[in-house]
């Protein structure tokens, strides 16, 4: 008997037992003896960072034969030192929902029908010479994902950018993480947070902006509640647009109307400044100050283009210029009282209290996303509260890998592994790794994520490579880019693991590897890589993304430059890729070392992780005392001032609601995998759209009574939830994206920050009916 | 003379009991139809409902708790309160405990269970350790929890319920189980499975975390999945 | 092989001896219920011949009062 059928049977067994013992014995408990302990002879546990979020949690999972059957939390993980939430203890059953996709599938005569895998291999290498020859190379293109495994976006931005020589690549962490990567290079030069989790053991005061941690990185929420009940004065503070189980938490709930949050931020430092509360050693030293253009629009046409331009002022100018922002003058405009404003910058100008300031999309998602990055930058700024120990400002990741595969590999439009397309000297070096001529790489970049939706619905493009994402469901104005990816002589080739939307409008679906059916590396939030092994086989006709890719490259001739074995490509591969990132502000963990430890963090320098950059007490890179801002030609951090500007379409007379959407704690974005798992279905099953109670009552709207919601670009007919676990406030509905039968983005509108280029999904106007 | 007045009274009595019992007649099919249609929920043992988003929103207690009370307490691990005892209380799974230890008839009542049963703690008098109330914003406590004073029943009842929920409905080997039970007027998690207070059984053995609802998700009865392609 | 499940009942108020004894013993792996006097026992035997002589050893128990089967498989 082999060990998976001897503990199956023995599971039956004890099953059974079990039964018996509760039938005799009704109330029977077997208290802390749990059935693994009978089991656990055949249960072996492996390494892996988590599928899911972006706090990259270590999990070890039980392998009993071929199949996963249990999850631990890692207890060597630095991250979550053992714990999960609820979608990482049962993140294995995402491997066996039973539509899995395990065989290729091409749309013949309207309908997809099952074909071998190298058929289909042949005919997306085939239509892909076609388009490149009938309508030229950026006629091709490929979306992916922030949860990429950083090999996949490795071998696709060498392909299309170093091989077929166009920059049409792009991943779905332009609609998630874009204006923290902008924030981060206009404040810094350099992107990704220069603090790390440890930044939560040691804080006095945190701040949530716009994030609702406890649902959305609920690990990392816990450790921060540890924190504050260890020690009696921590405060929390949960400064949000709606109220959630972050603000139950909170010591405060400070709730603000949609887009202020950039004349609050603005009001703090005003507050810092008047009530002298600046921390001019460090300002004098290592900070200069810029302004850039205003009224730079929302992106809504195609063709939009901006280029920003950065003047240097000084602090005269600043204090100037955030006379407009006093505390009582942005509490008419956002609903914050001036006494809280004030309340917030005491917390942030005390200088006995470290304060860690937290945020995701409620920041990100945003038309003035890279403002607001910016400008919660500043408070640290003005404050010298960066860098050290619980001093933070935190951008937080939505995706496992959007760090590690999309900003650190670079595939979006403009980048490379090293620096950007436009530089002379990032494509020399490039060329000289991935052995290309440095002619092929292109040094103009084309289009970003909604640029590329719409030039596949105009016809620029006609070829698309969608991985590890479903844009059929998550693209805002969603209606135009699915009927563009549906037209005529658009070929849509998919890799994928379940039907979802996206795969609805495929020519050819390609069955995937799903997360530990292949080896694997993701870099979370805190820039600390992890990597897994193979963990179970691949089933079916499934194979990995990077194995697809590899595949395609050699038909399409560059054999050469993908010349890996089978058997260690990932390695190789990763040994290939850290060569761009060789520097002591960059350098990533040897392949050994990743293989054995519960991840690393980079900068890896003289084998030490860097935990804290910029601050020569930590960070081997600088090379002043004290604080080195490295990544800016002078030397320092950058402040920017930062105006108000209005939202790109805010309630009226006829659409007099907000429409907000976001995630809740049980389901991952799109729910492919989520809602195949029974008990986060069952927690979870149906969408909703969440109303103030108030606003209920005056529309006649009772608890899960369907209501009508619909803006300028489409409708929807959902049901309400009222007191839930999230309440918006008057005037502003919610709804979580996870059920593809509501397409919520039907009704939510593609108007982006001009540059980082990433859309708003918090913010358009709807209006809101019985239904 | 009397006899008319009566007799036209009976025959408007005789009308009327016609016309009620017509009623009737007409009435049964519908009330045997809608009894063959009546199919009884389930019966499973108490699962909430699909998708319970009521009395989510005051989450705050578990938070406000989990601070307030110490870590002696959270570690707290007497065994007297049993799972037999608990269900012994009730007459359902949710029904109010009543109170069974001796209780000072006075004036303000609600107030003086609160200072125990907010608190927790040993009391030497009764030599246990007290639970805790998951719903303390409910002042008037007598309202709802009684004291047995006889042991005699006047009628025997036939009264039955529901099992209560089976223990150990983890998914997966050491997965965290779902919440078998509604979470109105039990939202506290702190109240019932942690500290010297709580019932032995379903003590958890991880008191020091704070965030319950991160990995304990509610349980339903939502069908599985199933993919309606719109294209 | 043969794995075999049971419910074990020990001699009254000898849960804990029982439990001892019941574990010392190859092959057999216990779960002892918190709040009532029953163990269960699942046992899983590389042969025959092995089988016998737990069956054996396990009627000489003294803590042991009786043994319900609740399930049982052999490999034929």
């Not at chain 1, 099953?15 to 509760?22: D, F, P, Q, R």
């Not at chain 1, 509501?742 to 280029?757: G, R």
């Amino acid at each position: 008997m082999n060990i998976t059928r001897r503990s199956f049977i023995k599971s039956l067994a004890l099953n059974s037992a079990v039964v018996a013992a509760a039938t005799v014995f009704p109330g029977i408990s077997f208290g802390a003896w749990k059935e693994t302990d009978i089991l656990s002879g055949g249960i072996q546990w492996k390494k892996t960072p988590c599928r899911f979020c972006g706090t990259g949690c270590g999990l070890l999972v039980g392998i009993s034969g071929d199949r996963a059957v249990a999850v631990k939390g890692d207890p060597n993980c630095t991250v979550n030192k053992g714990l999960c939430c609820v979608k990482g203890y049962h993140s294995v059953q995402i491997l066996y929902g039973k539509d899995r996709i395990k065989k290729a599938l091409v749309r013949k005569n309207d309908t997809l029908v099952e074909v071998p895998l190298k058929e289909a291999l042949d005919l997306v290498a085939e239509k892909m010479k076609e388009t490149i020859k009938s309508h030229g190379k950026d006629a091709v293109s490929i979306y992916g994902s922030g949860q990429w495994s950083i090999p996949d976006g490795y071998a696709a931005s060498k392909l299309f950018k170093g091989c077929i020589g166009t920059n049409n690549v792009e991943a779905n962490a332009r609609l998630c993480m874009a204006s923290a990567v902008t924030g981060c290079l206009t404040s810094f030069g350099l992107d990704e947070p220069m603090g790390c989790y440890e930044d939560i053991d040691n804080a006095d005061v945190f701040v949530t902006w716009g994030n609702n941690m406890a649902e959305m990185h609920p690990v990392l929420f816990s450790r921060m509640l540890a924190n504050r009940k260890s020690k009696t004065h921590v405060k929390i503070i949960d400064f949000a647009t709606r109220t959630t189980r972050s603000s139950q938490a909170a010591d405060k709930s400070i709730l603000f109307k949609p887009q202020t949050d950039l004349a609050v931020a603005n009001a703090i430092c005003y507050e810092i400044i008047r009530n002298k509360w600046v921390n001019w050693s460090f300002v004098k030293k290592h900070v200069s100050f810029h302004k850039g253009k205003t009224n730079i629009g929302y992106g809504t046409q195609d063709h939009f283009k901006f280029k920003d331009k950065a003047e240097t002022v000084d602090f005269k100018e600043y204090k100037e210029f955030l006379k407009d922002y006093t505390p009582e003058k942005v509490e008419k405009i956002s609903g914050v009282s001036a006494k809280d404003i004030k309340y917030m910058a005491s917390l942030y100008g005390d200088p006995g209290k470290k304060v860690t300031s937290f945020w995701t999309m409620g920041m990100n998602q945003h038309t003035r996303g890279t403002w607001i990055n910016n400008l919660v930058y500043n408070i640290h700024l003005l404050t010298g509260k960066i860098s050290t120990p619980g001093n933070s400002p935190f951008s937080l990741t939505g995706q496992p890998s959007a760090c590690g595969t999309v900003r650190e590999v670079g595939t979006l439009t403009h980048k490379l592994p090293h620096g950007v397309v436009m530089q002379e000297k990032a494509r020399k070096l490039a060329a000289k790794i991935w052995q290309v001529p440095v002619e092929n790489i292109d040094p103009k970049p084309t289009y970003h994520t909604v640029e590329m939706f719409r030039a596949l619905d105009r016809g620029d493009i006609r070829f698309m490579w969608i991985q590890v994402t479903n844009p059929m469901v998550t693209m805002p104005n969603l209606r135009r880019y699915r009927d563009g990816a549906k037209k005529e002589g658009r070929f849509m080739v998919v890799s994928e693991i379940y039907p979802t939307p996206t795969s609805d409008v495929a020519d050819v679906v390609l069955p995937s590897a799903l997360w530990i059916e292949r080896e694997g590396f993701f870099g979370n939030s805190e820039r600390r890589t992890q990597h897994n092994e193979q963990i179970v086989p691949t089933p079916g006709d499934t194979m990995c993304n990077t194995w697809q890719l590899i595949e395609v490259a050699r038909r399409l001739g560059f054999k050469k430059q993908f010349p890996w074995s089978r058997k260690t490509y990932i390695e190789d591969i990763w040994n290939e890729y850290i060569q761009f990132h060789d520097n002591p502000k960059h350098r990533m963990a040897p392949y050994k070392e990743l293989k054995a430890r519960s991840g690393i963090q980079w900068p890896f320098v003289n084998g030490m992780e860097t935990k804290w950059r910029y601050n020569a007490k930590y960070d081997p890179a600088c090379k002043q005392k004290d604080f080195h801002f490295y990544g800016k030609p002078d030397n320092r951090a950058w402040i920017w001032l930062r105006p108000y500007e209005l939202p790109a379409e805010s309630p009226d007379s006829e659409y007099p609601f907000w429409l907000n959407t976001g995630r809740v704690l049980e389901h991952w974005h799109t729910g492919s995998m989520t809602r195949r798992v029974p008990i986060l279905h069952k927690a979870v099953p149906e969408s909703y759209v969440e109303i103030n109670s108030d606003d209920a009552d005056r529309l006649g709207i009772t608890n899960g009574s369907k209501v009508k919601i619909s803006s300028r670009r489409g409708s929807i007919v959902m049901k309400a939830s009222i007191n839930g676990r999230g309440r918006p406030p008057r005037g502003m509905v919610f709804v979580p994206f996870f059920d593809e039968s509501y397409l919520i983005n039907e009704v939510t509108l593609d108007a982006f920050c001009p540059i980082s280029k990433q859309p708003d999904y918090k913010k358009c106007a709807v209006k809101v009916e019985r239904a | 003379m009397m006899e008319k007045p009566n007799h036209k009274e009976k025959q408007k009595v005789g009308r009327v009991f016609l016309v009620f019992a017509g009623i009737c007649l007409l009435a049964i099919p519908f009330v045997v139809l809608s009894a063959l249609n009546y199919e009884p929920k389930e019966s499973k043992a108490a699962l909430v409902e699909t998708q319970s988003q009521d009395f989510d929103q005051n989450g705050k207690s578990i938070f406000e708790n989990y601070d307030r009370i110490s870590r002696d307490y959270l570690k707290g691990t007497s065994t007297e309160r049993t799972l037999g005892e608990y269900y012994s209380r009730r007459q359902y799974v949710g029904s109010p405990p009543f109170i069974p230890h001796k209780v000072e008839e006075a004036d303000e009542a609600q107030v003086e269970c609160l200072a125990c049963h907010a608190r927790g703690g040993w009391t030497e008098e009764l030599r246990r350790n007290t639970p805790l109330t998951p719903h303390p914003e409910q002042v008037a406590c007598r309202q709802c929890h009684v004291r047995m004073t006889t042991d005699k029943l006047f009628v025997v009842n036939n009264w039955m319920s529901l099992p209560p929920p089976r223990l150990g409905r983890s998914d997966l080997p050491g997965a965290p189980p779902p919440i078998p039970h509604d979470l109105q007027m039990r939202g506290d998690c702190i109240a019932c499975h942690v500290g010297p207070g709580a019932v032995t059984t379903i003590r958890v053995e991880h008191p020091s975390r704070g965030n319950c609802r991160q990995c304990h998700v509610p349980d339903s009865y939502a069908e599985p999945f199933q993919r309606k392609p719109n294209f | 092989m043969p794995v075999f499940s049971y419910l074990a009942y020990p001699v009254r108020g000898a849960k804990e001896e029982l439990l001892n004894d019941v574990s010392a013993l190859d092959h057999c792996e216990v779960m002892p219920a918190e709040n009532e006097e029953v163990l269960i026992l699942v046992t899983d035997t590389p042969d025959e011949e092995k089988e016998k002589a737990l069956q054996k050893n396990l009627r000489k128990l003294k803590s042991l009062q009786s043994l319900g089967m609740t399930f049982g498989h052999t490999d034929e």
